[in-house]
C-alpha cells in the first residue's frame, strides 16, 4: 500500500511539473483583448504609413528605421524610427514593405506592438484608418540644400599671357613636330 501510494505522489509530481514546463511557452505568447480599430487609433499617439529601411534585432527587441511617406495623426518626421519588442512586439517587418504604424510616444523611437493595430499598409488597413482619421497627409522629403559660394582665396585672377603660355607652348611644340617629320620623310 505504501509502494503504490509512493508510485501516486511520483506519479502526480512527474504530472504536475510537465504541465509547468509544457505551459511555460503559452506563458510567454502574447495575449491581447481585441480592440476595435477606432479603440486603436485613439490609443495610438501616432498613425502614419511607413517603409521599412532597416531593422536591427536585440534579442525579442526590434527597432526599424524607417521613411514615414503619409501621416494620419500626430506629427512624423520623413525618417523616423520604432521599436518593439517582447511577447506581443512586430517581430521582424520586412524591409521595403509599407507598413501602417499605430504607435505610442512623444517623439521616435516610437512604440508598437502587434496589440496597438499595426499592420501591412494594403487596402483593408489603409481603409479603415482612413475611415476614422481621414486621408492624411504626405510627408514631403526635405528641400535639397542650396549652394552657397564660398571664395576661396584673395588674390587677383591670372593675366592673359599667363592663361595663354601653355597653349602657345603647345603650338610651338606642335610646329616643330610638323618640321621634324617633314625633313625627316623622304622626298
Given at each position: 500500500m505504501?509502494?503504490?501510494l509512493?508510485?501516486?505522489l511520483?506519479l502526480l509530481?512527474?504530472?504536475?511539473?510537465?504541465?509547468?514546463?509544457?505551459d511555460s511557452?503559452a506563458s510567454?505568447?502574447?495575449t491581447?483583448?481585441?480592440?476595435t480599430?477606432?479603440?486603436?487609433?485613439?490609443?495610438?499617439?501616432v498613425?502614419?504609413v511607413?517603409?521599412?529601411?532597416?531593422?536591427?534585432a536585440?534579442?525579442t527587441?526590434?527597432?526599424y528605421?524607417?521613411?514615414?511617406t503619409r501621416s494620419?495623426?500626430?506629427?512624423?518626421?520623413?525618417?523616423?524610427q520604432?521599436?518593439s519588442?517582447?511577447?506581443?512586439?512586430?517581430?521582424?517587418?520586412?524591409?521595403?514593405?509599407?507598413?501602417?504604424?499605430?504607435?505610442?510616444?512623444?517623439?521616435?523611437?516610437?512604440?508598437a506592438?502587434?496589440?496597438?493595430?499595426?499592420a501591412?499598409a494594403n487596402?483593408d488597413?489603409?481603409r479603415?484608418?482612413?475611415?476614422?482619421?481621414?486621408?492624411?497627409?504626405?510627408?514631403e522629403?526635405?528641400?535639397?540644400p542650396?549652394?552657397?559660394?564660398?571664395?576661396?582665396?584673395?588674390?587677383?585672377p591670372?593675366?592673359f599671357a599667363?592663361?595663354?603660355?601653355p597653349?602657345?607652348?603647345a603650338v610651338?611644340?606642335?610646329?616643330l613636330?610638323?618640321?621634324v617629320v617633314r625633313r625627316?620623310?623622304p622626298?
Amino acid at each position: 500500500m505504501l509502494r503504490s501510494l509512493r508510485a501516486a505522489l511520483a506519479l502526480l509530481v512527474v504530472a504536475l511539473g510537465l504541465v509547468l514546463v509544457v505551459d511555460s511557452p503559452a506563458s510567454a505568447a502574447c495575449t491581447c483583448k481585441p480592440q476595435t480599430p477606432a479603440r486603436q487609433v485613439e490609443r495610438a499617439s501616432v498613425v502614419f504609413v511607413g517603409t521599412v529601411d532597416s531593422q536591427r534585432a536585440e534579442g525579442t527587441n526590434h527597432v526599424y528605421t524607417l521613411t514615414a511617406t503619409r501621416s494620419y495623426k500626430g506629427t512624423v518626421e520623413r525618417s523616423t524610427q520604432v521599436e518593439s519588442g517582447g511577447a506581443c512586439g512586430l517581430g521582424a517587418l520586412r524591409v521595403g514593405r509599407a507598413y501602417v504604424f499605430l504607435a505610442k510616444g512623444e517623439a521616435a523611437p516610437y512604440a508598437a506592438d502587434s496589440c496597438g493595430g499595426t499592420a501591412l499598409a494594403n487596402g483593408d488597413s489603409l481603409r479603415k484608418v482612413e475611415r476614422i482619421l481621414g486621408e492624411g497627409t504626405a510627408i514631403e522629403p526635405p528641400p535639397p540644400p542650396t549652394a552657397t559660394r564660398t571664395k576661396v582665396e584673395d588674390a587677383e585672377p591670372y593675366g592673359f599671357a599667363r592663361l595663354a603660355a601653355p597653349g602657345a607652348a603647345a603650338v610651338l611644340l606642335g610646329l616643330l613636330g610638323l618640321f621634324v617629320v617633314r625633313r625627316l620623310a623622304p622626298h
